[in-house]
């Protein structure tokens, strides 16, 4: 119950298109989703997050869908860039008092140029 | 504004050998503290979070611990380290009560 599946493990995307990770989440008490944006060698970046109160978050490229019912949300990544290549990673929170992430396995993206 | 800054950068150090890797933040006070462990190609397992001087909770038995001996200073220890203790070690900070965890640049053990 306290996993986060993530997928796909890897995507190709070319330049200009839009890129889709998505996670999977069990335990309905989660109620903070972020999505962190990790370069090679440097600590993961925050990059956009939602709560399960709104459906849908965006801001600039970075969109976040949220289904509730599913347990499931969403990065849509808008006219990926190759400087978009990173790996990302969703994480989901909601223990109480300690603000503890359960991440999930990351996806590396790769945008041609 | 804050900063997190974590050191040493890189280490090599050989099995059987003692680990001390520090994480400090700047510019708030009271802040929840994490450490987490990136294997390489992996996601990150959180091993330690602390909420207050003192107070520390582990959240995978291993041959690792932590201490916080000031309100900004998280110290993540070793006596003995292990092949399997190789990896990226991560520190993140979070405002007390607010979710958002910020990460430092990590520090790449390596462990021969």
């Known amino acids: 119950q306290q996993q986060v599946k993530q997928s796909p493990q890897s995507l190709i995307v070319q330049k200009g298109g839009i890129s889709i990770i998505n996670c999977a989440y069990e335990n309905t008490a989660f109620d903070y989703f972020p999505w962190y944006q990790q370069f090679p060698g440097k600590g993961p970046a925050l990059l956009i997050a939602i709560r399960p109160d709104v459906s849908e978050k965006k801001e600039g490229r970075f969109t976040i869908s949220f289904n509730k019912s599913a347990k499931q949300f969403s990065l849509h990544i808008m006219d990926s860039q190759p400087g978009d290549s990173a790996t990302y990673f969703c994480?989901?929170?909601?223990?109480?008092?300690?603000?503890?992430?359960?991440f999930g396995t990351g996806t590396r993206l790769k945008v041609l140029a | 504004s804050q900063t997190i800054h974590q050191w040493p950068a890189t280490l090599v150090q050989p099995v059987g050998s003692p680990l001390s890797l520090e994480c400090t933040v700047e510019g708030t006070s009271n802040p929840n503290l994490y450490w987490y462990r990136q294997a390489a190609g992996r996601g990150l397992q959180l091993l330690f979070y602390s909420v207050g001087i003192g107070q520390i909770s582990s959240e995978v038995p291993q041959n690792l611990s932590a201490s916080r001996p000031q309100d900004r200073q998280f110290i993540l220890s070793s006596k003995k380290l292990l092949l399997s203790d190789s990896g990226f070690y991560l520190c993140?900070?979070?405002?007390?009560?607010?979710?958002?965890?910020?990460f430092g640049p990590g520090t790449r053990l390596t462990v021969t």
């Open positions: 994480a989901a929170s909601g223990t109480s008092g300690t603000y503890k992430y359960i």
């Open positions: 993140a900070w979070a405002t007390s009560g607010i979710y958002e965890q910020y």
